[in-house]
């Protein structure tokens, strides 16, 4: 197995090389939504990002075993473990069931991630399916003695944590600045330190989401389920754990500590966080009046937008940035990708059409080594996309006769850009008329193929069946002297 693969370790502050902890298996966790409502910008992120290195370890020959949550319980409005939980409060509003919310917009971020074009991850675990595992959880941090029981609630000991592990290591924060900062709010709660968290609630009578425990009928606090899923599916030690940097703080930090809480071990080898997305400069947020869905985009009806962008525009703006660094939404930003975007496809489309020589001209090595450097280069998709638009000056230097390619050689390159444009960055030709992905294409080109050979055959009936079919689905077939050629009209 060629891996020449290295990620920025947020632990660590640093690129490491990829090395998985027993290869070829590779187990991913990655932060999913709370599915309270339609899934936005801030989600299309995450899902591409992480999308993208499920993509590349697939093609570098690893068994990736890719597990994404779905958050339906425990996840409240107020971060200090106050308040209602998110889903239940939509639910209330719409007047349904809790889990008729997490269905109806568990659905809706499906459909929007298929727009998209990722890839539905190995397993898809909800919270409120695992209630029982983070119940056992709970009981392992409390008789290690890293929690507390007060009324029926238990809540994480970060001070006594804090003298044996180091709370706050990906983050960077240290627990004096935390104390510092929730200093007003002490004497407020029934926790020892504000900064506490919790791991299991009492639910309030009118809470409807609700189990039975042995410290109270309650619900499981939200960091939990991602520490209990993750080693559930993927083992107490796994590769790679992803998510928003948003999330980096407390979720991350706090799922760190309780699992070395629980088992003396940390789980994860290699975290990654993918920035933020910004709009025009400011921080995404309904109370901000700046907040764009999904579906408002692919439609354009939301008055931020001047126009409707596709899901494939939306995916190649996000990738045109390196996943670590913050990207700015604006309609001038999305409408270059847009351009951007029909660019690389006329190449592959004139890539298409070029006929090969006697002998190559030109060299494309260079062009496909520095691209795989880059994806190398903690994904560094901004400098492989500028690889291939590169390597499209060239194509039209070969279109126009300026240079030659031979038959092996053209095969080569138009394999290179099909595997590197659909195969790896995950995107699609959405336009009508083209011929939209390499599987349709292989099939129709099989067909023809047969075609071809019930022609030689004199095999007439099946040959003018095979054409006539294609041609009732408006793919219209063209005779040639060698062969064939089709399009969809
Ligand atoms: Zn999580």
Redesign the pocket.
Known sequence: MKNNLTIYNTLSRKKEKFEPINPPFVGMYV?GPTVYGDAHLGHARPAITFDLLFRYLKYLGYKVRYVR?ITDVGHLVNDADEGEDKIAKKAKLEQVEPMEIVQKYANSYHRNMAQLNTLSPSIEPHASGHIIEQAEMVKQILKNGYAYEVNGSVYFDIEKYNKKYNYGKLSGRKLEDLTANTRELAGQSEKKNPFDFALWKKAEPEHIMRWPSEWSDGFPGWHLE?SVMSTKYLGEKFDIHG?GLD?QFP?HEC?IAQSKAATGEDAVKYWMHNNLITIEGQKMSKSLGNFITLDEMFSGENDLLEQAYSPMVVRFFILQAHYRSTLDFSNKALQASEKGLQRLFKGMETLDKIKPSKESSINFKDIKDKSFNALNDDLNTPILIAHLFDGIKIINQLYSGDETINDTDLTDLKNFYKLIVFDILGLKNENKGQKTDNKFEEVVNLLLNIRLEAKKNKDFETSDKIRDELNKLGIVVKDKKDGFEWEIQ
Request: one cysteine or more.
């Open positions: 932060c949550n991602c998510g999330l979720h799922e």
